[in-house]
């Protein structure tokens, strides 16, 4: 079992940055791959970056690749995704989740944490 709680979100202007925190309890976080999604008003969750159990290999989507960026510390159960030069398009609701495999099909993540609100302002 393991429980996911985000934190960081906030309103930032455009080209801004934030930096979004997962802490997560459970003594196997090290053994799980963690991926960030977002989920913005009428549009479907999708992927955004993850990570490997070791944070050896990361994957990002198209649209925040240069931008975003996803790391992991397993010794403090965290992993967190630097967001820069922020834009509009990025304002979402963004979950951190557990999966035992490095992928981007959310439906592979078995393990969700409640969200946190990023607000980028033009």
């Known amino acids: 079992q393991v429980q996911l709680v985000e934190s960081g979100g906030g309103l930032v202007q455009a080209g801004g940055s934030l930096r979004l925190s997962c802490a997560a309890s459970g003594r196997t976080f090290s053994s799980y791959a963690m991926g960030w999604f977002r989920q913005a008003p009428g549009k479907e969750r999708e992927f955004v970056a993850a990570i490997s159990w070791s944070g050896g290999s990361t994957y990002y989507a198209d649209s925040v690749k240069g931008r975003f960026t996803i790391s992991r510390d397993n010794a403090k159960n965290t992993v967190t995704l630097q967001m820069n030069s922020l834009k509009p398009e990025d304002t979402a609701v963004y979950y951190c989740?557990?999966?035992?495999?490095?992928?981007?099909?959310?439906?592979?993540?078995?393990?969700w944490g409640q969200g946190t609100q990023v607000t980028v302002s033009s």
């Open positions: 989740a557990a999966s035992k495999f490095i992928v981007q099909v959310s439906t592979m993540y078995k393990y």
